[in-house]
């Protein structure tokens, strides 16, 4: 299985520290408000990641944080005369919905830094008493000029991130060493939440969080550590300065970056005011579609949000689920029989073709076309024609794949296709004055959380 590295800029063979485990960690959002769609692709790219090292085999320790002391947090916090905890609490929670309607998985561990401060004055001290950190007024800065291989992540040469920043120095920070220089702990500002340390009440700088989490929940050394590109620098430029001065060790083997994903081929953000949340997304399809969505393209490409991609994702999806229902309800109709040779031969074609696609840095979208193609071929099949083991392993197959992808039999949901068919089989009852079968199927759909309404443009449904 190969892995495009950051570090080295080039795909490699990926082998785990430990044979069969993998240590993984990846940087989570911070939670001042409902999450926006950019922050769901690493959510939901990582979460394909882990379900595909788990599918070959591999016992993965999954650990993704919440930075719950932030910036953001205090002023949303401030703005709407709360505790910064109610804030961090309530879009944690939040947060929590969404991946769960986006099919992601928890972690194994969601550790949230408020709850690691001990951690990481711990770290802190260690980096002060190894020279690689120094206390002004209150504030820890981490010394970059020691740590030698500063800048081989980003590929920044450190002479030039010093000169470039000397004309970006804001008043305060005329106190560093040395323009480069990162916090590790800042003094707390009145109204702000703050914590104790030996260098007086305050509270950790954001890099900080990282190294200290992914070294408690996953050791010294991990495997994949991964994140949006825009945390190359200076988030994990930074993390790897801390933890490896601490352990003299090199911190994570793989690093992995998502490219950005755009609206409207705008980069999304306030200030344009075209940044989506991913409850809005919720108002008009199921989530599912949106990881549909996102897994279409490879993650290290960019990715352009529009509403036509969108439909595009909505129908790609119901046409692989249509497709596993008719595999589900068809199957009694098959002959009993043993698998032959001729059809396992062809699904083991695809299965291969999908597992060729994964283990080449993770091409979700190529992935998608081997489900495609499985679920083409499922369709031309007539159960009548096919034996029953056959049918079987074709649908456990195309189940097994489609979960890697975070795909499956939509439970007891209706399709739309679905819902709308009974729609006008209702209408078509209703004009030949079936009442019975059109008052049959309302209760039919009402069921299923359909609710349905008689306009004069005809009838709209919506779920309940
Ligand atoms: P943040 O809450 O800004 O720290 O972001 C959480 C995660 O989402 C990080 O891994 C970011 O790199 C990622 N992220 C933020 N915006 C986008 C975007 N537009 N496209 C892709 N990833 C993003
Ligand atoms: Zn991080």
């Known amino acids: 299985m190969k892995i495009f590295n950051t570090l080295s800029r080039r795909k490699e063979e990926f082998i785990p520290l430990e044979a069969g485990k993998v240590r993984m960690y990846v940087c989570g959002p911070t939670v001042y408000d409902f999450i926006h769609i950019g922050n769901t692709r690493p959510m939901i790219f990582f ?4 379900r595909f090292l788990e599918y070959k085999g591999y016992e993965v320790n999954y650990v993704s944080n919440f930075t719950d002391v932030d910036d953001k947090i205090i002023k949303r916090a401030l703005a709407d005369g709360v505790e910064a905890s109610v804030i961090s609490e309530r879009f944690t929670e939040e947060c929590k919905k969404d991946m769960e309607g986006m099919r992601v998985r928890p972690a194994t561990t969601h ?17 002060i008493d190894k020279g690689f950190a120094y206390e002004v007024n209150g504030t820890v800065y981490y010394r970059v000029k020691r740590f ?3 800048g081989e992540l980003s590929g920044k040469n450190l002479d030039d991130l010093i000169s470039g920043n000397r004309t970006l120095l804001v008043t305060g920070e005329d106190e560093k060493e040395n323009p480069g220089d990162f916090v590790l702990w800042k003094p707390k500002k009145e109204g702000e939440p703050y914590w104790e340390s030996p260098w007086g009440q305050g ?10 989490m992914s070294k408690k929940y996953l050791g010294e050394q991990i495997d994949i550590h991964g994140g949006g590109e825009d945390l190359i620098f200076p988030h994990h430029e930074n993390e790897i300065a801390q933890s490896e001065a601490v352990s003299e060790k090199p911190f994570a083997r793989y690093w992995m970056h998502n490219a950005f994903l755009n609206i409207d081929n705008k980069k999304m953000s306030k200030s344009l005011g075209n940044s989506l949340k991913v409850r809005d997304i919720a108002n008009n399809y199921d989530l599912k579609v949106l990881r549909f969505f996102m897994l279409s393209a490879h993650y290290r490409s960019p990715l352009n949000y529009s509403g036509e991609l969108m439909e595009a994702a909505k129908n790609g999806l119901e046409r692989i689920e249509n497709g596993l229902v008719r595999l589900r309800d068809e199957a009694g109709k098959c002959p009993a029989g043993k698998a032959t040779e001729q059809g396992q031969e062809a699904l083991q074609g695809f299965r291969r073709r999908f597992e060729v696609a994964m283990e080449d840095d993770f091409n979700t979208a190529d992935a998608i076309s081997v ?14 024609e096919t034996v029953r083991e056959d049918w079987d392993i074709l649908r456990q197959t195309a189940l097994e794949l489609g979960d890697i992808l975070g795909i499956g039999e939509p439970k007891a949901e209706l399709l739309d296709s679905a819902i709308e068919a009974l729609i006008t089989e209702r209408q078509e009852a209703r004009k030949a004055k079936n009442y019975a079968r059109a008052d049959e199927i309302r209760k039919e759909l009402a069921e299923q959380g359909i609710l349905l309404e008689d306009t004069k443009d005809g009838v709209k449904w919506k779920k309940a």
């Open 47 to 50: 979460d394909s990641v882990r």
């Open 111 to 127: 550790p949230k830094a408020t709850e690691e401060i001990d951690g990481m004055l711990e770290m802190i001290q260690v980096l």
């Open 148 to 150: 030698k291989r500063y």
């Open 203 to 212: 509270r950790p700088g954001w890099h900080i969080e990282c190294s200290v």
């Open 371 to 384: 489900l495609f193609e499985l679920i083409k071929y499922a369709n031309t099949l007539k159960p009548e």
